[in-house]
């Protein structure tokens, strides 16, 4: 009975080992992979031939690892994948550095290749202050792996004397009471770097930081469209906004009025007269203890206007900042940097009224003489308020009076009008005004296509104002109630 037993036995072994052995056969099915003759030579380059790369198996794309390609053969089937190499011998990458005049403030355009890249080639120098240029990296290096670089101007900016008027594009330098200072740091009588301070009216102060060159920056009266600007085109904030924009200054004769966005086109964000100091309180950035009560009337006439009473922390009233960005909110810097809040722009006024927020007008000017047909005039609807336009339809004429119970009188010219609340001026419908026989005809455009009698349409390439076609002529028409044309105007010649 035993001998059965051991036969059976012998006999189930038998069967379960033929079943192993064929599952193990067939799970060894397929290709398997082999480095090619490339595996362990030199190149100079990636090899890119398949056969060579692989004896067998699918070849992955070679890649410097630095002194080696590297590359994989893939099997087929169950097996998997070889990893194979050949050395570089190459010369190594070299990946493009910024040398030590990036970030830094020149009197001239920065030259001398060492001066410019640390490693890699500097292609030409681009710019009239700030500067930029790239430095290219060598020996198969990818365009990621360029600098870019740039560095600012310390010379001083062309201005024009206070009491000469001031060309379109041009500013007036500051004086003691007229005058705007920014920066980068809090603001104090004296130079005090080693405890977060700086010099009011001083732009010397500068370092560097990631978002380029940092400081103060101070200018005079004038309309600045956009206060940050750009590294090409650096505006009043540029060196404060590239700091952490902590501090600020306005002269005794100054008002400063800061808009949400460029060219005025936002709301009023900040609307403050001199004298007047600000220091950052949003958290982050506290003033120094006691700032308030130093006493500056000994350190000059500058800093003596600068009573205790007129230095304020960005959170306090009138200044009233929000406290989670304070002064920061004012630079114009762009999203993509620091604590960016989107870009602004600036007025400065120095008009001799002591920076008063709301400056008189000019004394007006009526003309009560013949009248005409479409007249328009600019007015101001209250002291404080932006100059307006308004223009008459053609087919009557403009009256305006000094008050609501004054008689109308007739206007022949346009110009300003002075102060002119609603129902002080107004369009009188008039037989004088009828269109003649001749009215009717067609105009042709700046690009050569004809437009309709009475066709309005805008052309940012002649005017940013509309254009109008009346009888035959091209007319250019005020803007009403703020409505023109934009920048980008919708008609342009090809």
């Given at each position: 009975?035993?001998?059965?037993?051991?036969?059976?036995?012998?006999?189930?072994?038998?069967?379960?080992?033929?079943?192993?052995?064929?599952?193990?056969?067939?799970?060894?099915?397929?290709?398997?992979?082999?480095?090619?003759?490339?595996?362990?030579?030199?190149?100079?380059?990636?090899?890119?031939?398949?056969?060579?790369?692989?004896?067998?198996?699918?070849?992955?794309?070679?890649?410097?690892?630095?002194?080696?390609?590297?590359?994989?053969?893939?099997?087929?089937?169950?097996?998997?994948?070889?990893?194979?190499?050949?050395?570089?011998?190459?010369?190594?990458?070299?990946?493009?550095?910024?040398?030590?005049?990036?970030?830094?403030?020149?009197?001239?355009a920065p030259s001398g290749a060492a001066n410019l890249c640390s490693k890699g080639t500097p292609t030409p120098v681009l710019?009239?202050?700030?500067?930029?240029?790239?430095?290219?990296?060598?020996?198969?290096?990818?365009?990621?792996?360029?600098?870019?670089?740039?560095?600012?101007?310390?010379?001083?900016?062309?201005?024009?004397?206070?009491?000469?008027?001031?060309?379109?594009?041009?500013?007036?330098?500051?004086?003691?009471?007229?005058?705007?200072?920014?920066?980068?740091?809090?603001?104090?009588?004296?130079?005090?770097?080693?405890?977060?301070?700086?010099?009011?009216?001083?732009?010397?102060?500068?370092?560097?930081?990631?978002?380029?060159?940092?400081?103060?920056?101070?200018?005079?009266?004038?309309?600045?469209?956009?206060?940050?600007?750009?590294?090409?085109?650096?505006?009043?904030?540029?060196?404060?906004?590239?700091?952490?924009?902590?501090?600020?200054?306005?002269?005794?004769?100054?008002?400063?009025?800061?808009?949400?966005?460029?060219?005025?086109?936002?709301?009023?964000?900040?609307?403050q007269t001199g004298p007047l100091v600000v220091t950052n309180n949003n958290g982050q950035v506290l003033p120094a203890s006691?700032?308030?009560?130093?006493?500056?009337?000994?350190?000059?006439?500058?800093?003596?206007?600068?009573?205790?009473?007129?230095?304020?922390n960005s959170d306090e009233a009138p200044i009233s900042l929000p406290a989670n960005t304070g002064l920061w909110s004012l630079?114009?810097?762009?999203?993509?940097?620091?604590?960016?809040?989107?870009?602004?722009?600036?007025?400065?006024?120095?008009?001799?009224?002591?920076?008063?927020?709301?400056?008189?007008?000019?004394?007006?000017?009526?003309?009560?003489?013949?009248?005409?047909?479409?007249?328009?005039?600019?007015?101001?609807?209250?002291?404080?308020?932006?100059?307006?336009?308004?223009?008459?339809?053609?087919?009557?004429?403009?009256?305006?009076?000094?008050?609501?119970?004054?008689?109308?009188?007739?206007?022949?010219?346009?110009?300003?009008?002075?102060?002119?609340?609603?129902?002080?001026?107004?369009?009188?419908?008039?037989?004088?005004?009828?269109?003649?026989?001749?009215?009717?005809?067609?105009?042709?455009?700046?690009?050569?296509?004809?437009?309709?009698?009475?066709?309005?349409?805008?052309?940012?390439?002649?005017?940013?104002?509309?254009?109008?076609?009346?009888?035959?002529?091209?007319?250019?028409?005020?803007?009403?109630?703020?409505?023109?044309?934009?920048?980008?105007?919708?008609?342009?010649?090809?």
């Amino acid at each position: 009975m035993k001998t059965y037993r051991y036969i059976a036995l012998i006999a189930f072994t038998a069967v379960t080992c033929f079943f192993l052995s064929a599952s193990e056969a067939s799970a060894a099915t397929g290709t398997s992979a082999l480095c090619g003759a490339a595996n362990g030579q030199e190149y100079s380059s990636a090899p890119t031939n398949n056969a060579l790369l692989c004896a067998r198996g699918l070849a992955s794309a070679a890649t410097s690892s630095g002194t080696s390609w590297i590359w994989q053969c893939t099997g087929s089937g169950s097996y998997g994948s070889v990893n194979c190499s050949a050395a570089n011998c190459a010369p190594p990458q070299v990946f493009g550095e910024c040398g030590p005049v990036d970030r830094t403030e020149v009197a001239s355009a920065p030259s001398g290749a060492a001066n410019l890249c640390s490693k890699g080639t500097p292609t030409p120098v681009l710019g009239s202050g700030p500067w930029t240029w790239t430095c290219r990296g060598n020996n198969n290096s990818a365009s990621t792996d360029d600098a870019s670089c740039s560095a600012g101007s310390n010379s001083p900016t062309t201005c024009i004397p206070a009491g000469q008027s001031v060309p379109p594009g041009q500013t007036q330098c500051p004086t003691n009471e007229c005058f705007f200072w920014v920066s980068g740091i809090k603001p104090s009588n004296r130079n005090e770097f080693n405890t977060y301070r700086a010099k009011i009216g001083d732009t010397s102060l500068t370092w560097s930081n990631p978002n380029g060159p940092s400081g103060s920056d101070i200018v005079g009266a004038g309309e600045y469209t956009d206060s940050y600007g750009s590294d090409a085109s650096p505006g009043p904030f540029y060196r404060a906004g590239n700091g952490s924009f902590d501090g600020l200054a306005i002269g005794s004769g100054t008002r400063v009025i800061v808009h949400q966005g460029r060219n005025f086109s936002g709301g009023v964000i900040f609307d403050q007269t001199g004298p007047l100091v600000v220091t950052n309180n949003n958290g982050q950035v506290l003033p120094a203890s006691g700032w308030k009560t130093e006493n500056w009337a000994s350190t000059g006439s500058l800093f003596a206007q600068f009573t205790s009473s007129t230095r304020k922390n960005s959170d306090e009233a009138p200044i009233s900042l929000p406290a989670n960005t304070g002064l920061w909110s004012l630079s114009g810097v762009p999203t993509s940097k620091f604590a960016g809040q989107g870009p602004t722009s600036v007025k400065v006024i120095c008009d001799g009224s002591g920076g008063s927020p709301t400056p008189p007008p000019p004394p007006p000017t009526e003309d009560p003489g013949e009248a005409a047909c479409g007249q328009s005039m600019t007015y101001r609807a209250s002291a404080g308020e932006e100059i307006n336009d308004f223009t008459c339809p053609s087919d009557s004429k403009l009256w305006n009076k000094a008050d609501l119970s004054s008689p109308k009188v007739y206007q022949s010219t346009g110009g300003y009008k002075g102060v002119k609340p609603a129902g002080t001026f107004g369009c009188d419908a008039s037989s004088e005004c009828s269109a003649p026989p001749s009215q009717g005809r067609s105009c042709v455009d700046q690009c050569g296509e004809a437009r309709t009698d009475e066709e309005v349409w805008c052309s940012y390439e002649q005017s940013p104002r509309p254009l109008k076609c009346v009888d035959g002529t091209v007319q250019q028409q005020p803007n009403i109630n703020g409505t023109g044309c934009n920048a980008s105007g919708p008609l342009r010649c090809p």
